[in-house]
């Protein structure tokens, strides 16, 4: 049986996979996520994906690998995890009172064979003043999350609206990731009894 690994440190993917079933071995990788000159985020987004899956992938040649990455976009600039919380107030700042874009991709790899996906939602923000942003950062939700804010945590509280896919701006699309693994010979478990 083929063990599958998530390549990623992070419990919300590791709990969205175990949600449909799977239960994966996950490995940490450290990769430089530092955007390319002129990258589009669904780009970028990709390509750290892909990145994450080839670095576990040499960790763990006999594995199905799975990364994903996720980056929050607005007006095209990307915005990834805050470094402080200046940085946390900036993109809550930007973000709030409009639309904004998240883009996570996924990535499969397995003896050689790699497939990505990209799931892209739209996700409106109401707008935050200076007291909820410091509470919010006082929380420490913000500091590991693209975007500088959780969906699935306190961060609900200032979403309005949401086009496209809520486990996506979660961090891994279920829907997508279910397809993607199936191609590779591993369907969601409760498909076939085993994980």
Not at 85 to 103: C, D, I, N, Q, Y
Request: aromatic fraction near 6%; include cysteine; proline fraction near 7%.
């Amino acid at each position: 049986m083929t063990t599958l690994c998530l390549a990623s440190a992070s419990p919300r993917r590791l709990a969205l996979l175990q949600q449909i079933g799977y239960s994966p071995l996950s490995v940490s990788t450290a990769i430089d996520e530092t955007p390319l000159p002129g990258e589009e985020p669904a780009a970028q987004a990709l390509r750290l994906a892909t990145a994450k899956a080839g670095a576990a992938a040499r960790e763990q040649p006999a594995a199905l690998i799975l990364a994903a990455d996720t980056i929050v976009s607005v007006d095209g600039k990307a915005f990834g995890k805050p470094r402080d919380f200046p940085s946390a107030k900036g993109m809550l700042e930007a973000l709030g009172g409009r639309w904004h874009t998240v883009h996570t991709a996924v990535a499969v790899t397995r003896s050689g064979r790699n497939a990505q996906c990209l799931s892209t939602s739209r996700v409106q923000m109401r707008p935050l003043d200076a007291r909820e942003i410091a509470a919010y950062w006082a929380s420490g939700e913000p500091a590991d999350k693209a975007g500088a804010y959780a969906i699935q945590g306190l961060g609900a509280l200032f979403i309005t609206a949401l086009e496209g896919s809520y486990s996506g701006v979660m961090g891994l699309p279920l829907f997508e990731t279910g397809q993607l693994l199936s191609t590779f010979g591993c369907p969601p478990p409760f498909l076939h009894g085993s994980s």
